[in-house]
């Protein structure tokens, strides 16, 4: 277990294991002697802990009773590395926030990867840091997992799936049907970060301050909001389609409308400039690190105080309120002073974003 | 919900849902309208069950006290369609089956999609419906998922990754640890025929009688068995690899070594035919309907009996001992009186054969 020296994403450097390989191969994924190096010396040795420990065909661990939540989402964002995180920190956290989502504390994931024949075996090592990390952060333990190879040209370097297992805590009931008219909606910072970050680096597009992405754990920040005897009705994180896309879905699942403020929507200055550039609005585009609460009027203040207390929530804001009028609709009012219906994303407005 | 009827695989057909789009686009994973149509009338349609329809992040579902078994695998195969099953049933089964070698009641999946821009709507649609029966022939539940879309050349058609969760009963204490000096080796059926109904179909080989992939659902044999008072001490499906590579694993992990009988291990006389036209040697060549079971010797008898008695165990065999000699170490009596080293699989036999 030694080698040279990289210097990973995150800024923390750890030698490569010895491989004989630059590259993986499809014999890495074949089931055979050198899936089962790589399985060791990469994932095992890095991700260890005793379930993972048993290299059985999976995991077994102790629950209590309760409620589980169960969730997955398979990352292919391109490019693998980007400003802010790399495609293993976004598997983790994303799967990790997904749960949180649903009110439960996230504790164990599974991590399936494709890779594609030839991707650097120091690719695959940051990768495997970054994951490592990420967990760390968020307090979970990757328990599971499988690799698989494919042909050079039938892939695209890494693909990544996660799925992850928490505990809803009793209680807890936050749902995607539950919001009611007169509801606050309350959003945990910034928007549009993560997606912007992909896009400049995609289009070659340079700024006088970097932006990188919010890729981020919520789980604590969830954990925190949860802990107050303030119930929270509605726990969305704006990912794929953004802001736009998660408080529509909302809007439809709880049969309300939403009226937003555009003035009270947080974004970066250089975030708005690059949106600009790119044609995009910032409504629109993927964040990793935040999320929205819908929660009643009379405690919208003691909880949006308690999320600022927390790193992840310093900039949360109230950014409207859900409505019995056009259900299912989300109309926003404009900084000139109209309002307009901000609609489902219809089309690909960025592709490969996760 | 109407359209064309199709002839997907298994027999059963069901008409296409109404889908503007003959192909899938890049916007069917972008998070908006698009994909939310897909995902409503493909997925959610046909997978449909309490947990799924609340369209959440994930799934949340009560459990009771005790220990839960937690697999994941992606499935790359090509070609997608494949004498005796395609990507679909492969996927639901072969996490059902990693569950169930944990000794775990196989209960919830997620499903998650990463198709190639350009897939014929057509294909994903008789995918979704040999996973809906799979998961009712397994008697499990897709409860969450995920789908995204990659750019035309950068995937091959497509990948499906499968988590799954299942429960163990008390008492059971299955393991990759557990063989013992003394212990018997059954097989539950005739080798070979998953990996080379693939190769066949690739190499477009035809023989006389087509050879079918084995590809089966093994929880309820698994049930069978545990439910009886003599213990199993290992269980293992020997998929990628085959049994070969899945007997070294247990030999090393369980720091034992193993004697088969050539004579004893049942291979299919055209599917010993095609692996001699292949150049494959079945002990290397992936299943994806058999199990291994490790057992005491005075209860090998009575197990194998009660395999037999399933479907699915049919044809179990005892194959051979564990031994104290040669820890690590797999050894087959050959045909012909002599002794040979049963390797691990070194390289890449057969790519994308799961």
Redesign the interface.
């Known amino acids: 277990m030694s080698g040279k020296s990289i210097d990973p994403v995150g800024g923390f450097s750890c030698p490569l294991p010895i491989t004989d390989y630059k590259n993986v191969?499809?014999?890495h994924?074949?089931?055979?002697?050198?899936?089962?190096q790589l399985i060791e010396r990469f994932f095992r040795a890095q991700f260890s802990n005793p379930y993972l420990d048993?290299?059985?065909?999976?995991?077994?661990?102790?629950?209590?009773?309760?409620?589980?939540?169960?969730?997955?989402?398979?990352?292919?964002v391109?490019p693998l590395f980007f400003p802010g995180g790399c495609i293993g920190d976004l598997a983790v956290y994303g799967t990790v926030?997904?749960?949180a989502?649903?009110?439960?504390t996230p504790l164990?994931l599974?991590?399936?990867?494709?890779i594609e024949e030839g991707l650097p075996m120091e690719d695959l090592w940051k990768v495997t840091l970054a994951m490592q990390e990420a967990a760390k952060a968020a307090g979970v333990q990757i328990?599971?997992?499988?690799t698989?190879?494919?042909?050079r040209?039938?892939?695209?370097g890494l693909?990544i799936?996660t799925?992850?297992?928490g505990v809803?805590p009793p209680g807890v009931a936050v749902?995607?049907?539950n919001a009611r008219p007169g509801d606050r909606v309350l959003l945990s910072g910034r928007i549009a970060e993560h997606g912007v970050a992909i896009m400049s680096v995609r289009n070659g597009l340079a700024f006088d301050t970097a932006i990188v992405s919010d890729t981020a754990p919520l789980n604590r920040l969830v954990a925190s909001i949860l802990s107050m005897p303030e119930p929270v009705h509605v726990l969305?994180?704006p990912?794929?389609?953004g802001v736009a896309?998660a408080l529509n879905?909302v809007a439809a699942?709880s049969r309300v409308g939403m009226e937003l403020v555009e003035d009270l929507i947080p974004v970066a200055e250089e975030v708005r400039g690059a949106c600009e550039i790119l044609g995009l609005d910032p409504m629109y585009v993927?964040n990793e690190g935040k999320l929205i609460a819908i929660v009643a009027p009379e405690h919208a203040e003691r909880i949006l105080g308690h999320m600022r207390a927390h790193h992840a929530g310093a900039d949360a804001v109230d950014i409207g309120e859900v409505v019995a009028d056009h259900p299912g609709v989300v109309l926003m009012q404009t900084r000139i002073g109209g309002k307009r219906v901000v609609d489902?994303?219809?089309?690909?407005?960025?592709?490969?974003i996760c």
Not at 54 to 75: C, K, M, N, Q
Not at 101 to 104: D, S
Request: glycine residues 18%.
């Open positions: 191969l499809l014999a994924g074949g089931g055979g002697r050198l899936s089962q048993l290299l059985h065909d999976g995991a077994v661990f102790p629950v209590e009773e309760g409620r589980l939540a169960f969730s997955t989402d398979s990352y292919v391109h926030n997904d749960l989502m649903c009110g439960a164990y599974s991590a399936g990867f494709i328990v599971t997992g499988d698989k190879v494919v042909d040209g039938k892939g695209d693909f799936n799925a992850g297992v809803v749902g995607p049907r969305r994180d990912t794929r389609g896309s879905e699942s993927a489902m994303l219809s089309g690909e407005q960025l592709p490969r």
